[in-house]
């Protein structure tokens, strides 16, 4: 059971994976081009681009949660992390429980962030584009942290105490 | 509820992603005032109106592909051309190049991984003990912390509301006295080996120069941009990012376009990171802010402290304290909404008290438990991890001197500031 269902998630990740980049290199990608157009048309032009400064806020938005999404691919949020001194198995045993909270925390926040969505419909950004396009990001984002704590949650669990663990790491 | 906040403190002590204890808090205190949840989406959104946050992605990313490139090695050849004929000068060169490198690539462990590779070996092979070189190249990671422009203070400038042009020259005087009293105490040391690391040679220093010709106008352009208001910290920014793109990818051609995207990706797991606590406390500020919290806290504050200079003692020991615990970035975010309004209250600077609080969250780089820089130094160089904890003892107690001058001195802070 457990190896069909990684077999179905394996390649998921993988794809998911080559989005976040390309996501994340376009998004820097375009903020370095706008910034600059922006930089060059005020000094050589003294003119500039209307949306361009609320364009680029829209883009470290978008750059802070899907860089959030990535990093939550590796644990490398930031964390108090003591577990240099405890002895390897000791320090397994909250990643397990800390994994499950992040995954409800942010279960939690993807569901009300969506609700927003809905509440707030009607609400346009930039030249009148509807602003769930923008801000549709938070519920998908969180949505997919969690299902990445998740992930990394039942993973410790597999590890702690069952023999499908090495399947799944 | 004191047992649901004892919880999260546990849960954040054994290791829970940072920002998921935030938003928990957050939530918890929504759902007590009887606040439609939904208003996380409005108080996350509110990363999107942040002025000048663009300068953090991209700094960044920049301090990467500059740590990737060979320019580490470039900028320790020139200070070694520079300052390495004095007598114990390659202690100093690691001072220098560090520092400078650090306040361009934001602190993040990158300058002991970059430049400690190279310092270190160099050190050793010149004669100076062990222990010292370890704890220099330790310390020197984070040591261009006040220096502009580094990734801490541009997000202490966002959070507190206060010029990032004022804050920059605010953090000169306060690096150089680092730099000068490490600096004093490395040739102190090494007093019985002073053989100058070579000769001064101007062709030598010509040459360096050449080599880094492409790089040397960086902070000129940088600095000089925002100092003469010319450019916004965020225009800095964004010119530095494409500038360093183009000359490592394209002119130098030392970073191929596979290497790139992996840069950009690595870059911006950091930039996630402390975005995603941005974005949170955000949340959990505007709830501490609208059920009064910082007013409650200064009025317990206050009942025990009365002058402005116990108020400054207080404040260091509790940043200390959370410098031992909390990485900078968090620090910042979490802790600098609430103590801002209870200093103004005691009449302490915004600017003076930006550069104490990053002067003292330098010295949680290098204190147990959680301190980066010990755990990088102790992989990179394989070496036991309290070792490397003795080893950096005297020069973390020579920061916290300083750190205590800095704090008491508000003047050494605010001259340049204006």
Excluded at chain 1, 54 to 65: D, N, Q, S, T
Excluded at chain 2, 186 to 203: D, G, K, Q, Y
Excluded at chain 2, 303 to 325: E, K
Excluded at chain 2, 334 to 344: G, M, Q
Aim: with cysteine; charged share 10%.
């Amino acid at each position: 059971m457990a190896r069909l269902t990684w077999r179905v998630l394996k390649p998921l990740e993988r794809l998911g994976t080559a989005v976040e980049n390309a996501l994340l290199v376009l998004l820097l990608g375009a903020m370095m081009v706008l910034a600059t157009a922006q930089i060059v048309l005020r000094l050589f032009f003294d003119a500039g681009i209307i949306w361009a400064d609320e364009f680029l806020k829209i883009l470290v938005l978008w750059i802070a949660m899907v860089g959030s999404v990535a990093t939550s691919r590796n644990r490398r949020h930031l964390r108090i992390d003591l577990s240099h001194f405890l002895p390897e198995r000791l320090s397994r045993w909250p990643l397990f429980a800390v994994d499950a909270f992040a995954a409800v925390v942010c279960g939690f926040i993807a569901w009300h962030t969506a609700r927003y969505l809905v509440l707030a419909s009607g609400e346009t950004v930039l030249l009148g584009i509807p602003a769930w396009t923008v801000q549709g990001i938070l519920p998908v984002a969180f949505g997919l942290m969690a299902y990445r704590f998740a992930l990394c949650s039942l993973k410790e669990f597999a590890t702690l105490f069952g023999r499908d663990g090495d399947e799944a790491g | 509820m004191i047992i649901v906040s004892v919880l999260l403190v546990v849960l954040a002590l054994i290791g829970a992603p940072l920002f998921s204890v935030i938003a928990a808090s957050a939530m918890l205190g929504y759902h007590r005032e009887g606040i439609d949840l939904a208003a996380m989406a409005i108080d996350i959104l509110g990363l999107a109106e942040i002025p000048f946050l663009s300068a953090i992605p991209l700094f960044t990313f920049a301090g990467y592909l500059l740590g990737e490139s060979g320019a580490p090695q470039r900028l320790v050849r020139l200070t070694n051309a520079t300052i390495g004929w004095i007598p114990g000068g390659l202690a100093l060169v690691a001072l220098a190049a560090c520092a400078l490198f650090t306040a361009f690539t934001g602190a993040s462990g990158i300058t002991i991984i970059a430049l400690g590779a190279i310092l270190y070996p160099a050190l050793q092979h010149d004669g100076y003990p062990d222990d010292f070189n370890l704890g220099l190249v330790t310390t020197s990671g984070s040591l261009g912390l006040l220096f502009a422009p580094s990734l801490p203070l541009i997000l202490y400038g966002v959070i507190a509301e206060v010029p990032i042009d004022s804050l920059f020259r605010a953090g000169v005087l306060p690096g150089v006295l680092m730099l000068l009293l490490l600096g004093g105490w490395s040739l102190w040391v090494n007093r019985s080996n002073r053989t100058p690391a070579h000769e001064f040679s101007f062709a030598n220093l010509g040459a360096a120069l050449k080599e880094s010709a492409w790089e040397l106008p960086l902070p000129v352009v940088v600095l000089g941009g925002i100092y003469s208001g010319f450019f916004a910290v965020s225009e800095a920014a964004a010119v530095t990012a494409v500038y360093v793109l183009v000359v490592e990818v394209f002119v130098r051609k030392e970073i191929s376009f596979s290497h790139l995207v992996r840069i950009m990706r690595e870059s911006m797991l950091l930039v996630g990171a402390i975005l995603i606590i941005l974005g949170v406390s955000l949340a959990s500020t505007d709830y501490m802010i609208s059920t009064q919290v910082p007013q409650r806290l200064f009025e317990t504050v206050a009942r025990l402290v009365s002058s402005p200079t116990t108020f400054l003692v207080l404040l260091l020991v509790f940043l200390l304290i959370l410098g031992a615990l909390l990485d900078i970035f968090s620090a910042i975010v979490l802790v600098v909404p609430l103590i801002l309004p209870i200093a103004a209250q005691y009449g302490i600077d915004q600017i003076h008290l930006g550069i104490v609080f990053l002067a003292a969250m330098q010295l949680g780089y290098l204190t147990p438990p959680v301190g980066l820089n010990l755990f990088i130094a102790s992989y990179r160089f394989d070496r036991p991890i309290l070792e490397v904890c003795r080893a950096t003892l005297p020069f973390l107690l020579i920061l916290l001197a300083s750190v205590i001058v800095i704090t008491f001195w508000p003047e050494l802070s605010l001259w340049l500031a204006g």
